[in-house]
Each structure stands twice: as structure tokens, then as C-alpha cells.
């Protein structure tokens, strides 16, 4: 069956049309995103058990019975694995305690220049800016005192029901910013601990287990891998436009990989608010193989469009989409196999990385053959042919 080589129409360009849509739809979508626990916070329990255990059903039953927990369940060496999305409430008391933190280390240094101070005051009867440094250090106190005992009044506040607010250990002096900080961490650290028994108490309810750990991990650890993903595609698309550059000595093949790649990236973010796939640990790895599919793909077009000289542009063109479409479809099924079991067999990690690596390679399909190929042709044709 012969195909008709659709780069010979004379209306090629348009076809740009389909990636440009395909983007801006997906723009749409990327707000829904939500993060996994692997990286706005949360708690990872591991279950030592010998028991049958259906993942589904267990986390379907987490998620009934505490809320907000979004649970992720695996199998893992010996037992299951159970991620849990951060308690709201602990989350903001985390963020309240680290400003109490922050501030107290401000007061203990106003503390200090006002001991220094008072100190050469002694030797130095009378003398009035020793007497006015004195003043202003402690008036730096009394404020620091008073953004503690606002920052400990909300954590205890949202912190409310998750303790025994009559417990010895979290009474306080209010106009001491030692025994506010001591009673703000106390207040976390029992809120934790009865938030810890409320949810193995709910999982031994649900599976038997003969032994567990607990790690808490913070949204500060998920700040850090979403600002490190940043970086690395960052660099990865100037690492990109550079090789391309010194491949092709001409800037239009290196925009056009890194177009390729970013569309196929934002596309693959926009199926993932789509169809509910959260961004995590597990689908920013896909997000990254992406980066390699869509530099082959392009590289291949681009190569045979510029560098070959046997037959025509169009029909160089169109034998590169051939080859590149036969392996993009070879990755499709692979990976779509690898979807269907971790969806039957219930693997978290294995199905975010399959679903985040299909919506792009499927993208890839319109922005290289659509997109980026009729610029590379038409770079071709109008520019350097003309130069010849």
C-alpha cells in the first residue's frame, strides 16, 4: 500500500497547526495537576507482612477512612508500601514552627547585643548611645516575642483536636520566648505522633502486619526535587541548542529541537492534568525520557533533510517519518504493556511513568512529523537551497 507523501502538498506549513493546538489545550489542563506525596509531603509506611493483600481495595479503604490521605500502595520486599499525602493541619503547624524557629534566632542575637551592650554600659556610666543601643535591642525583643507568641497562638490553632490542649507540655509563658518555643514544638511534635497512631491504628484495622516504620517525608525535601527538575530541563534544552548548533552551524535546527522538546513536555503535563496522573518523583523521570525520544526523533529528521543529498527535500522528509514513526510506535507498545500491567497489578510508579511517557510520544507523533519537520523543509527550501 503506497502512502502519499504528505510533504509535497504545497500547503506543508499549515500543518504546524496541529502541535500549536495541541499546546494550547494543554495549557489549559496543567493547572490540574496535583502533587504525590513524594513531593509536597506526606508520611511512608512500611507493612512487614506475610498476608494476601489486594492493593485496590487497600487503598480504597485508606482513603475512606482518613481523609485527605490520597493514598499510594505497592508491593514492596516483604510487605506493602503506603505513601499518604501530608495532614493539612500538621503541614501549616510545620510552617508555623519553622517561623517561630526563624524568628527566635533573631531574638537570641538581640539578646546577646543586649547583654554586650549593658555590659560597656556598666564601665560606661551615662553615656547615651550605649543607653539608646540598649533600648532599641530590647524593644527587638519584646516584637520578636510578640511574632512568636502569633506564630505559636496559630499553630496551636490549626493544631486543634490533634492534642490534649490541657497536656503540661504545651503550657507556656507567653512573655517568654524560650518557653514558647519549647511548647510550639511540643505541640507539633504530639499532634505528629497522635496523627502517627491515628493512621496504624487505621491500617491494622485494614491489613495484618507484624511490624512497621513510619518516615515522615516534608514538603521542603519535594521544594527541592521540583526546583532540582527546573534546573535540569534548564540546562538540558541549552545543552540541547548548543550540540544541534554545532551539528548544523545554523540556529533554525536547534529551535526547532527545543520547541520539539518543550511541546512535548508541556503536552505530556497537560494529559497528566487530564487524565489525573500526578506529578511525582516517578512521572518527573518519564517527563525527562521524553527529553531523549524527542532529540532522536528530531535528529533523525533533521539530519536526513539537511545533511543527505540523494532525492528530493519532501521525499527525505518523508522517509524519515517513516523510519521515526516505526520506532515512536515500537515505544508506544511497549510502554502501553507496561501501563496495562501496572494498572492490573496496581504499581503506582510503574503507571506513572508509562502514562506520563505515552501522552508524549503520542505528542511527539504531531509536533516532530507536523511541526517540526515543515520547518526544517521549509528552512530547506526557501533558505539554504537558495544560498546554492
Not at 504528505?6 to 504546524?16: D, E, G, H, Q, V
Not at 507540655?169 to 512573655?175: Q, R, V
Not at 494529559?271 to 525520544?293: E, K, Q, R, V
Amino acid at each position: 500500500m503506497n502512502i502519499p507523501n504528505i510533504y509535497n502538498s504545497k500547503n506543508y506549513k499549515y500543518y504546524a497547526i496541529v502541535p500549536i493546538v495541541l499546546l494550547v489545550a494543554s495549557l489549559f489542563f496543567i493547572g490540574s495537576i496535583h502533587l504525590d506525596s513524594s513531593l509536597k509531603g506526606g508520611v511512608n509506611i512500611q507493612l512487614q507482612t506475610n498476608s494476601s493483600v489486594n492493593i485496590r481495595s487497600i487503598t480504597t479503604l485508606i482513603n475512606s477512612k482518613i481523609p485527605g490521605a490520597e493514598a499510594s500502595v505497592s508491593k514492596s520486599p516483604g510487605g506493602v508500601s503506603v505513601l499518604i499525602d501530608e495532614n493539612s493541619s500538621i503541614a501549616s503547624a510545620f510552617t508555623y514552627l519553622l517561623s517561630i524557629y526563624g524568628v527566635y534566632s533573631n531574638y537570641t542575637n538581640e539578646e546577646v547585643l543586649v547583654a554586650n551592650y549593658q555590659n560597656s554600659l556598666a564601665s560606661q556610666p551615662g553615656n547615651s548611645t550605649l543607653s539608646a543601643l540598649v533600648s532599641a535591642a530590647q524593644a527587638n525583643e519584646t516584637k520578636d516575642t510578640q511574632l512568636i507568641a502569633g506564630s505559636l497562638a496559630s499553630e496551636l490553632a490549626v493544631l486543634h483536636g490533634m492534642y490534649n490542649t490541657s497536656s503540661p507540655s504545651i503550657a507556656y509563658n507567653s512573655s517568654n520566648a524560650q518557653s514558647m518555643v519549647n511548647a510550639a514544638k511540643a505541640a507539633y511534635t504530639q499532634a505528629s505522633a497522635n496523627y502517627e497512631d491515628k493512621i496504624i491504628s487505621t491500617l491494622h484495622g485494614i491489613v495484618q502486619f507484624s511490624s512497621y516504620s513510619y518516615q515522615d517525608v516534608t514538603p521542603t525535601l519535594g521544594s527541592f526535587f521540583l526546583k532540582q527538575m527546573k534546573d535540569i530541563l534548564i540546562v538540558s534544552f541549552i545543552l540541547i541548542g548548543i550540540a544541534v548548533f554545532f551539528v548544523f552551524r545554523s540556529a533554525v535546527p536547534p529551535l526547532a529541537a527545543i520547541f520539539g522538546a518543550a511541546n512535548d513536555i508541556v503536552i505530556a503535563l497537560g494529559g497528566m492534568g487530564l487524565f489525573g496522573i500526578p506529578l511525582g518523583i516517578a512521572s518527573i523521570g518519564g517527563l525527562l525520557m521524553l527529553i531523549g525520544y524527542s532529540i532522536d526523533t528530531e535528529l533523525l529528521s533533521s539530519i536526513r533533510i539537511l545533511k543527505r543529498g540523494e532525492e528530493t527535500p519532501q521525499e527525505r522528509a518523508f522517509g524519515a517519518m517513516k523510519t521515526g514513526t516505526t520506532m515512536t510506535f515500537a515505544a508506544i507498545i511497549t510502554f502501553s504493556i507496561l501501563l496495562i500491567m501496572s494498572y492490573e497489578t496496581f504499581i503506582p510508579t510503574y503507571f506513572e511513568i508509562s502514562g506520563v511517557v505515552l501522552i508524549g510520544l503520542v505528542a511527539d507523533l504531531a509536533t516532530t512529523w507536523l511541526g517540526n519537520v515543515p520547518m526544517i523543509l521549509w528552512y530547506k527550501l526557501k533558505r539554504v537551497d537558495k544560498v546554492g
